[in-house]
């Protein structure tokens, strides 16, 4: 039987005791509402417990300008930011401006889409 360390087994035991399932734990009985609840309980231990897993990256990508290092997400975010206003001329000059709600939160998100494809275009 393999040795587990004490903290990742005493932490497996604090999310069993108080995420899964503390309706076992008080013998409630198991109804169909339980069960998914129980469901939903180990989905979101999941996905809380997942990001602790696959941190490590390697290294993350950066430029040195004048001997200064600058992350690279922050030449994505700029381009993105020059990409959505040049989005925006054009726009501006289609009758579709007119029909947008929130302008300021369309521009917006689509700056960081755009920012976010320029990261994932180049440096993935």
């Known amino acids: 039987m393999p040795v587990i360390a004490p903290i990742p087994r005493i932490i497996a035991a604090v999310v069993v005791r108080f995420v899964i399932a503390p309706e076992m734990i008080l013998n409630i009985e198991s109804t169909k509402r339980g069960r998914q609840k129980i469901a939903f309980r180990c989905l979101s231990a999941l ?48 009758p579709i401006a007119e029909h947008l709600a929130a302008p300021v939160l369309s521009y917006l998100s689509m700056a960081i889409f755009l920012a976010c494809m320029l990261w994932l275009f180049l440096y993935s």
């Open 47 to 94: 996905s809380l417990t997942a990001p602790l897993v696959l941190v490590g990256c390697s290294h993350a990508p950066e430029y040195s300008i004048f001997g200064s290092f600058f992350p690279v997400w922050i030449f994505c975010s700029v381009g993105g930011l020059i990409l959505a206003a040049g989005a925006r001329v054009v726009i501006a000059r289609t």
